[in-house]
């Protein structure tokens, strides 16, 4: 069943037209990841389709009910971005749309909340479609992706992993497309190079054919008829030229050579060293006593529950409190998403350039890479949307002086392209990064060690996001099989008893038993 049908839909922002599309439909049981820049008018499509926007070209037509789960929230009182986050999550699912739209759903959920919305998302039957730039969520949920990008909506089956492969896919098409391209025109450049040169040679006199002769009526005629037969070949050739589909050059984005300050001296060395150094907030207990170390080069993600105290963590190491100690070679960059450090009335790459020593070519291929492409690096940051001034804060940190970035949720606010560009730079980058991110995919992409905060504990893991999260689940996992074997014994044993001597207490027994071994199975399935 159809529940929602798009036609011919257009969305304008003054003169620009910001996306169309001919024939999209939403059937019952979709679950569709709506991705794009920021900008490209994902949250508009959304509101088209509860109402709130009219199209000023197309017809939508509704045939469920309908309910948006907003990006922005409202403020509850005390309750935490996190908390108010879940209550609104709730209430809209307790009203039981048959369509639920998600804007952003995960924004401000701790890694355990966005698993918990994944459950519930997944046990629901009613139509999906969500924005979202955390990848693992939406190859949870998607089972279809709509791409907004160049004012077109493209559809893709499967989800964001599937989607990716498909613009791999389309990427190598293109590439190998373009060679093709660039080959066909250098080889009719070449066939009407030779054609000219040739018609060049046939107004001279051959080399054995005398002055007299070269005057003999009939010469001539020969030669410009053989010259006028060789010119109509360079322009037929020309007009082959002219005539072939051009394909474009995609973009290479050039690698990142930068010189870290102090980096051959910090390279694998401890730089930071903390000895029994536990956190509160008032009187409230954040984590016991912690030992820890940081080499140089380290790319360390914080990771924990809201509340739990990341972000005090990260101030307790630059304000070196307590036990911990840093290297007199260490300098500090902070990535605050405040913005505060950015000159509104200034350009993007004369803020970026501000605090740097790097030359302008660095300045500019690292703005490239985020986005700010020849000219763009010329506006004002005051005509920037939200998500790039976000890309120009962590642009002036990146080519900074500093050699030990801090950076707290950095990516918030960003989108796919950005996230993914963030990635490459931090992972290509040389001195230390110490991050907060609930985003699991850039988690596992850039960290190479994780600390960990739980139930008032921090603990320290070697490897990457994904071993991590193995060894996890293998240490929950453990006990929980030697319960099932226990029960299964204990199961064995009731049943050997009952079928000599059944009784009324051996039943209810083995009842129990058995509730007991389906519940530690869902345990272990969960």
Same mark, same amino acid.
């Given at each position: 069943?159809?529940?929602?049908?798009?036609?011919?839909?257009?969305?304008?922002?003054?003169?620009?037209?910001?996306?169309?599309?001919?024939?999209?439909?939403?059937?019952?049981?979709?679950?569709?990841?709506?991705?794009?820049?920021?900008?490209?008018?994902?949250?508009?499509?959304?509101?088209?389709?509860?109402?709130?926007?009219?199209?000023?070209?197309?017809?939508?037509?509704?045939?469920?009910?309908?309910?948006?789960?907003?990006?922005?929230?409202?403020?509850?009182?005390?309750?935490?971005?996190?908390?108010?986050?879940?209550?609104?999550?709730?209430?809209?699912?307790?009203?039981?749309?048959?369509?639920?739209?998600?804007?952003? !759903?995960?924004?401000?959920?701790?890694?355990?909340?966005?698993?918990?919305?994944?459950?519930?998302?997944?046990? =629901?039957?009613?139509?999906?479609?969500?924005?979202?730039?955390?990848?693992?969520?939406?190859?949870?949920?998607?089972?279809?992706?709509?791409?907004?990008?160049?004012?077109?909506?493209?559809?893709?089956?499967?989800?964001?992993?599937?989607?990716?492969?498909?613009?791999?896919?389309?990427?190598?098409?293109?590439?190998?497309?373009?060679?093709? &391209?660039?080959?066909?025109?250098?080889?009719?450049?070449?066939?009407?190079?030779? $054609?000219?040169?040739?018609?060049?040679?046939?107004?001279?006199? !051959?080399?054995?054919?005398?002055?007299?002769?070269?005057?003999?009526?009939?010469?001539?005629?020969?030669?410009?008829?053989? %010259?006028?037969?060789?010119?109509?070949?360079?322009?037929?050739?020309?007009? =082959?030229?002219? %005539?072939?589909?051009?394909?474009?050059?995609? $973009?290479?984005?050039? !690698?990142?050579?930068?010189?870290?300050?102090?980096?051959?001296?910090?390279?694998? =060395?401890?730089?930071?060293?903390?000895?029994?150094?536990?956190?509160?907030?008032?009187?409230?207990?954040?984590?016991?006593?912690?030992?820890?170390?940081?080499?140089?080069?380290?790319?360390?993600?914080?990771?924990?529950?809201?509340?739990?105290?990341?972000?005090?963590?990260?101030?307790?190491?630059?304000?070196?409190?307590?036990?911990?100690?840093?290297?007199?070679?260490?300098?500090?960059?902070?990535?605050? %998403?405040?913005?505060?450090?950015?000159?509104?009335?200034?350009?993007?790459?004369?803020?970026?350039?501000?605090?740097?020593?790097?030359?302008?070519?660095?300045?500019? /291929?690292?703005?490239?890479?985020?986005?700010?492409?020849?000219?763009?690096?010329?506006?004002?940051?005051?005509?920037?949307?939200?998500?790039?001034?976000?890309?120009?804060?962590?642009?002036?940190?990146?080519?900074?002086?500093?050699?030990?970035?801090?950076?707290?949720? !950095?990516?918030? &606010?960003?989108?796919?392209?950005?996230?993914?560009?963030?990635?490459?730079?931090? /992972?290509? &980058?040389?001195?230390?990064?110490?991050?907060?991110?609930?985003?699991?995919?850039?988690?596992?992409?850039?960290?190479?060690?994780?600390?960990?905060?739980?139930? $008032?504990?921090?603990?320290?893991?070697?490897?990457?996001?994904?071993?991590?999260?193995?060894?996890?689940?293998?240490?929950? &996992?453990?006990?929980?099989?030697?319960?099932?074997?226990?029960?299964?014994?204990?199961?064995?044993?009731?049943?050997?008893?009952?079928?000599?001597?059944?009784?009324?207490?051996?039943?209810?027994?083995?009842?129990?038993?058995?509730?007991?071994?389906?519940?530690?199975?869902?345990?272990?399935?969960?």
């Amino acid at each position: 069943m159809v529940f929602i049908q798009l036609q011919n839909i257009r969305f304008d922002v003054k003169d620009r037209t910001l996306f169309q599309a001919n024939d999209l439909k939403i059937h019952q049981g979709d679950r569709i990841g709506l991705v794009g820049r920021n900008g490209s008018g994902k949250t508009s499509l959304l509101q088209m389709m509860t109402g709130d926007i009219i199209p000023p070209a197309g017809t939508i037509t509704k045939n469920a009910s309908v309910e948006l789960l907003p990006q922005i929230k409202p403020h509850m009182g005390e309750k935490s971005g996190g908390e108010v986050s879940q209550a609104v999550i709730n209430q809209t699912l307790a009203r039981a749309p048959e369509v639920l739209l998600a804007d952003e !759903p995960t924004t401000h959920l701790d890694t355990e909340h966005m698993k918990k919305l994944e459950q519930q998302l997944q046990r =629901r039957r009613e139509a999906l479609i969500v924005v979202s730039h955390d990848r693992a969520f939406l190859d949870t949920l998607c089972t279809k992706i709509w791409e907004i990008e160049d004012g077109q909506i493209h559809a893709f089956t499967g989800n964001y992993s599937d989607y990716e492969q498909q613009k791999a896919e389309a990427r190598q098409h293109h590439e190998k497309e373009y060679e093709k &391209y660039v080959q066909k025109k250098k080889q009719l450049e070449e066939a009407m190079q030779q $054609k000219e040169q040739k018609a060049q040679r046939a107004t001279k006199k !051959p080399k054995n054919v005398s002055n007299s002769e070269a005057k003999i009526t009939g010469a001539k005629p020969h030669f410009a008829k053989k %010259q006028k037969k060789l010119n109509q070949g360079v322009k037929s050739i020309q007009t =082959r030229i002219d %005539q072939l589909d051009e394909v474009e050059k995609i $973009k290479e984005l050039p !690698p990142i050579k930068m010189q870290v300050t102090n980096e051959e001296s910090l390279r694998n =060395r401890i730089i930071i060293r903390g000895e029994q150094v536990s956190g509160t907030v008032g009187k409230r207990l954040l984590w016991e006593g912690f030992d820890f170390t940081i080499n140089g080069g380290d790319h360390i993600a914080l990771i924990g529950p809201n509340g739990s105290g990341k972000t005090t963590f990260l101030r307790m190491i630059m304000d070196e409190q307590q036990a911990i100690q840093v290297s007199p070679a260490v300098s500090f960059g902070y990535f605050s %998403q405040m913005m505060d450090v950015l000159v509104t009335e200034d350009s993007i790459i004369a803020n970026v350039g501000y605090t740097s020593s790097q030359d302008e070519t660095l300045i500019r /291929t690292v703005l490239a890479r985020l986005g700010f492409f020849q000219e763009d690096v010329f506006k004002p940051v005051h005509v920037l949307s939200g998500g790039e001034r976000v890309k120009v804060a962590f642009a002036k940190l990146f080519v900074s002086n500093a050699n030990t970035l801090i950076l707290d949720e !950095p990516t918030n &606010y960003l989108d796919i392209d950005a996230l993914e560009a963030l990635e490459s730079l931090l /992972t290509e &980058y040389s001195g230390t990064v110490i991050f907060v991110s609930h985003d699991r995919r850039f988690l596992q992409k850039v960290a190479t060690k994780i600390f960990a905060i739980r139930d $008032k504990n921090i603990d320290s893991f070697d490897g990457s996001y994904e071993a991590y999260m193995r060894s996890t689940l293998q240490k929950k &996992y453990e006990p929980l099989q030697d319960e099932l074997l226990k029960v299964d014994t204990k199961i064995t044993d009731v049943l050997s008893r009952l079928s000599i001597t059944p009784s009324e207490d051996l039943e209810q027994e083995f009842q129990r038993l058995l509730r007991q071994k389906e519940d530690i199975k869902q345990q272990l399935n969960d």
